[in-house]
């Protein structure tokens, strides 16, 4: 299992969402608001930085299932645990 999480963390192509860009809040001014999205993560600890790859790339799947191809992700306090990654998703 910790050989697929190091090679998960190495290739970031795999939390990629096709068709979903990240913007800023300023970058969706001209947007469509559709809603808001959460990704959880799956691992904490050591792993911390992979489980918010994934927690991430979780929010844009669903913000693709809402009809939404922009995200804009809630900023996250450095250096606290992250236990939800939360969202809002526009239309551009």
């Known amino acids: 299992v910790l050989?697929?999480?190091v090679l998960a963390a190495c290739t970031t192509s795999i939390?990629?969402?096709p068709g979903i860009t990240e913007r800023t809040a300023a970058g969706v001014a001209n947007c469509?608001?559709?809603g808001r999205v959460r990704g959880i993560p799956g691992?904490?600890?050591p792993l911390k930085d992979?489980?918010?790859k994934d927690a991430r790339?979780?929010?844009k799947k669903k913000a693709e299932d809402v009809g939404g191809n922009?995200?804009?992700?809630?900023?996250i306090p450095e250096g606290e645990d992250v236990y939800e990654v939360r969202a809002q998703v526009y239309t551009c």
């Open 32 to 34: 469509q608001f559709v």
């Open 3 to 5: 050989s697929m999480a």
């Open 70 to 75: 922009t995200v804009v992700f809630d900023p």
């Open 15 to 17: 939390y990629d969402v």
């Open 57 to 59: 790339r979780a929010a």
């Open 43 to 45: 691992v904490y600890g």
């Open 50 to 52: 992979l489980g918010l």
